[in-house]
């Protein structure tokens, strides 16, 4: 095995929880509220999280025939590089470090720290700043644990998300035999939802807070390299996990709107959780206790799966030569991209103390459906390439996926011209760093 080649050693129940991991983190537990201040009406609510699951599980699929040609440590990072050339390859790298993967990061370690706080109340002895604290702590003790080693982490994820997933169905179950929902909540609104052009807009206002529920998906093609026979198990990996995590958020939110009215959810405040608030419903204090203990090991657990499939982009920019070429290091006990790992956690925790990575998780759908759909696209491009495919797509699906992306992009840009240009800038501030490198590749040659 060449040096820097990481080991396959990941089996495909564990690449299918991974990819449960990376999705499953804060917005299954939070988002309902905001979309219902947008949409008024509970079922639109759950049309919105079934249409937003329906389009991520279309990327999903898209991104599994690619994954199934090109296995290798980087995702779309390996996939651009052919599909569109190095330039842009490297430019959705440099996004990822920027903002996309280290912003994702430093906000499920910040959602893990309040939620920490809300059940040991103590902690804020440690002062204003004790929120940032525990967040970068969590970050550094799950860097360590990826450095350790790939099984470690993998295994670390494994065991939370069956827990998580078990105490999800249970806390459904619980709900719907309490005697304490009313399906009547299904039919009513807090006030008219709307129709025609404003629906459109609220739908799609609301759909920014699904995708975000949806968001790391994709996250397990950075790790192609590391599962066993990825030509077949990388794709059902991507179709099973993305199911699981859809049959998951519809039945949650179901429970939310069963147990509370939609006037009550919409009346939450800021800091206020729907799923904290449902459990004060059914067990009182110590049941919002429990189910905050929940988000807690949920936040825990997507953060570690983030920080141990993320970094494998970077190593591979390093690999190119067009990263710092520590980047490229793997370490020669734990095979793992050691050096990847310590950068991204200097950078997300970085974030968490720059007071403006919420800003920053704003960027983040509109940054990563531009490359989402570029990926989509490619798919079509791609089918020129004599390539073998292992599995393959019907193309109409990456053809609807990618447009809706593109249409999400443009939307965006309309609405949030401010975050738009700070993304495309973000973006963009990768461009002399690929000079530096690109001219440092040529003149060692």
Same mark, same amino acid.
């Given at each position: 095995?060449?040096?820097?080649?990481?080991?396959?050693?990941?089996?495909?129940?564990?690449?299918?929880?991974?990819?449960?991991?990376?999705?499953?983190?804060?917005?299954?537990?939070?988002?309902?509220?905001?979309?219902?201040?947008?949409?008024?009406?509970?079922?639109?609510?759950?049309?919105?999280?079934?249409?937003?699951?329906?389009?991520?599980?279309?990327?999903?699929?898209?991104?599994?025939?690619?994954?199934?040609?090109?296995?290798?440590?980087?995702?779309?990072?390996?996939?651009?590089?052919?599909?569109?050339?190095?330039?842009? @390859?490297?430019?959705? $790298? #440099?996004?990822?470090? =920027?903002? %996309?993967?280290? +912003?994702?990061?430093? &906000?499920?370690?910040?959602?893990?720290?309040?939620?920490?706080?809300?059940?040991?109340?103590?902690?804020?002895?440690?002062?204003?700043?004790?929120?940032?604290?525990?967040?970068?702590?969590?970050?550094?003790?799950?860097?360590?644990?990826?450095?350790?080693?790939?099984?470690?982490?993998?295994?670390?994820?494994?065991?939370?998300?069956?827990?998580?997933?078990?105490?999800?169905?249970?806390?459904?179950?619980?709900?719907?035999?309490?005697?304490?929902?009313?399906?009547?909540?299904?039919?009513?609104?807090?006030? @008219?939802?709307?129709? $025609? #052009?404003?629906?459109? =807009?609220? %739908?799609?206002? +609301?759909?920014?807070? &699904?995708?975000?529920?949806?968001?790391?998906?994709?996250?397990?093609?950075?790790?192609?390299?590391?599962?066993?026979?990825?030509?077949?198990?990388?794709?059902?990996?991507?179709?099973?996990?993305?199911?699981?995590?859809?049959?998951?958020?519809?039945?949650?939110?179901?429970?939310?709107?069963?147990?509370?009215?939609?006037?009550?959810?919409?009346?939450?405040?800021?800091?206020?959780?729907?799923?904290?608030?449902?459990?004060?419903?059914?067990?009182?204090?110590?049941?919002?206790?429990?189910?905050?203990?929940?988000?807690?090991?949920?936040?825990?657990?997507?953060?570690?799966?983030?920080?141990?499939?993320?970094?494998?982009?970077?190593?591979?920019?390093?690999?190119?030569?067009?990263?710092?070429?520590?980047?490229?290091?793997?370490?020669?006990?734990?095979?793992?991209?050691?050096?990847?790992?310590?950068?991204?956690?200097?950078?997300?925790?970085?974030?968490?103390?720059?007071?403006?990575?919420?800003?920053?998780?704003?960027?983040?759908?509109?940054?990563?459906?531009?490359?989402?759909?570029?990926?989509?696209?490619?798919?079509?491009?791609?089918?020129?390439?004599?390539?073998?495919?292992?599995?393959?797509?019907?193309?109409?699906?990456?053809?609807?996926?990618?447009?809706?992306?593109?249409?999400?992009?443009?939307?965006?840009?309309?609405?949030?011209?401010?975050?738009?240009?700070?993304?495309?800038?973000?973006?963009?501030?990768?461009?002399?760093?690929?000079?530096?490198?690109?001219?440092?590749?040529?003149?060692?040659?």
């Amino acid at each position: 095995m060449n040096e820097n080649t990481l080991k396959r050693s990941i089996k495909p129940l564990s690449a299918v929880f991974l990819v449960v991991s990376a999705i499953v983190g804060s917005g299954i537990y939070k988002k309902v509220a905001p979309m219902m201040d947008q949409l008024h009406s509970p079922t639109l609510v759950l049309l919105c999280w079934t249409l937003a699951g329906v389009l991520s599980l279309m990327g999903a699929l898209s991104s599994a025939e690619l994954a199934s040609m090109m296995p290798g440590s980087g995702g779309e990072y390996i996939y651009f590089n052919k599909i569109y050339g190095k330039f842009f @390859s490297f430019i959705y $790298g #440099w996004a990822s470090l =920027a903002v %996309m993967k280290t +912003a994702t990061i430093a &906000a499920l370690a910040y959602v893990f720290s309040e939620s920490l706080h809300e059940i040991v109340p103590q902690i804020h002895s440690l002062g204003g700043a004790s929120i940032k604290i525990i967040a970068s702590l969590l970050i550094i003790v799950l860097s360590y644990v990826n450095y350790r080693g790939v099984s470690f982490g993998e295994k670390l994820s494994r065991y939370f998300i069956a827990g998580i997933v078990l105490s999800i169905l249970a806390f459904v179950i619980l709900a719907v035999f309490s005697g304490k929902g009313n399906t009547e909540h299904f039919t009513q609104t807090a006030i @008219s939802a709307p129709t $025609g #052009w404003p629906l459109f =807009a609220a %739908m799609f206002a +609301a759909s920014l807070s &699904a995708f975000w529920g949806y968001e790391g998906w994709n996250n397990i093609g950075f790790i192609g390299e590391e599962v066993n026979n990825p030509q077949r198990n990388l794709p059902l990996a991507l179709g099973i996990g993305t199911l699981i995590v859809i049959v998951l958020y519809l039945l949650i939110n179901t429970v939310y709107l069963f147990i509370l009215a939609p006037a009550q959810i919409e009346s939450l405040g800021i800091n206020q959780i729907a799923a904290v608030e449902t459990s004060r419903v059914l067990g009182g204090n110590v049941g919002a206790v429990l189910l905050s203990v929940l988000i807690v090991l949920t936040t825990f657990n997507c953060t570690n799966g983030t920080i141990l499939m993320s970094a494998r982009i970077f190593f591979a920019m390093g690999r190119d030569g067009l990263f710092l070429k520590k980047a490229a290091i793997i370490h020669p006990v734990y095979n793992t991209p050691s050096f990847s790992i310590l950068i991204q956690a200097i950078w997300s925790i970085v974030l968490v103390w720059s007071g403006s990575f919420d800003a920053l998780t704003d960027l983040l759908v509109f940054a990563s459906f531009f490359f989402y759909g570029a990926a989509a696209f490619g798919v079509i491009l791609f089918r020129r390439n004599k390539m073998p495919r292992p599995y393959k797509v019907p193309l109409w699906i990456p053809a609807i996926f990618s447009a809706f992306c593109f249409l999400l992009v443009v939307v965006s840009a309309v609405n949030q011209p401010v975050q738009a240009l700070t993304g495309l800038l973000l973006i963009l501030s990768g461009v002399p760093v690929y000079w530096y490198y690109t001219k440092m590749v040529k003149s060692d040659l």
